[in-house]
């Protein structure tokens, strides 16, 4: 099936929120977080998740790019560009799971790196989780090195007994 890379438009922020949420199921350092530590706030990971989406749609929106099979949105990649330090940045790719092993991710991927090369920049980064086997497969494949490896913490914040009256 043909796949077209093409730019993001607003009207589409829920469908890549949707494929978001079932692609980092098991692999995004929010549902660590709840698994450890339970709903935070009155909200689940999923929603969590999603919502560095809207940080990437208000950073740059121009910089977001969506597959698309037969008029329907079967994967997304955010992007930005730091022209000072010269490197892009992919925040977030996704593809949907129905669509998945059809070489969209690294279609995705490579249409990023194209426009990260036109804006003149040097570097392109992306990170992944240790538990993401098709992120630390993919992104070697396609010409990305570790150069670091970074550990999270979290700690529930409880009220200090010391301190009430």
Same mark, same amino acid.
């Given at each position: 099936?043909?796949?077209?890379?093409?730019?993001?438009?607003?009207?589409?922020?829920?469908r890549?929120?949707?494929?978001?949420?079932?692609?980092?199921?098991?692999?995004?350092?929010?549902?660590?977080?709840?698994?450890?530590?339970?709903?935070?706030?009155?909200?689940?990971?999923?929603?969590?998740?999603?919502r560095h989406?809207?940080?990437d &749609? $208000?950073?740059?929106? @121009? +910089?977001?790019?969506? %597959?698309?099979?037969?008029?329907?949105?079967?994967?997304? /990649?955010?992007?930005?560009c730091?022209?000072?330090?010269?490197?892009?940045?992919?925040?977030?790719l996704?593809?949907?799971?129905?669509?998945?092993?059809?070489?969209?991710?690294r279609?995705?991927?490579?249409?990023?790196? &194209? $426009?990260?090369?036109? @804006? +003149?920049?040097?570097? %392109?980064?992306?990170?992944?989780?240790?538990?993401?086997? /098709?992120?630390?497969?993919?992104?070697?494949?396609?010409?990305?090195?570790?150069?670091?490896?970074?550990?999270?913490?979290?700690?529930?914040?409880?009220?200090?007994?010391?301190?009430?009256?």
């Open positions: 099936m043909n796949t077209v890379i093409r730019p993001f438009q607003p009207e589409e922020l829920a890549i929120k949707e494929i978001t949420v079932a692609a980092f199921d098991g692999v995004s350092i929010d549902r660590n977080i709840e698994d450890r530590f339970g709903p935070i706030g009155n909200h689940n990971w999923q929603w969590r998740k999603a989406l809207d940080e &749609a $208000a950073r740059d929106p @121009a +910089g977001i790019y969506v %597959a698309e099979q037969s008029g329907q949105i079967v994967g997304y /990649i955010t992007t930005w730091d022209r000072q330090a010269s490197i892009g940045h992919i925040p977030n996704a593809v949907d799971q129905r669509w998945r092993g059809q070489g969209i991710g279609q995705l991927i490579n249409h990023a790196l &194209a $426009a990260f090369r036109t @804006a +003149g920049l040097a570097l %392109a980064r992306i990170e992944t989780l240790q538990q993401n086997e /098709i992120g630390r497969t993919l992104y070697p494949e396609l010409g990305f090195e570790e150069v670091a490896r970074q550990v999270h913490y979290c700690m529930a914040l409880q009220p200090d007994s010391s301190t009430t009256h």
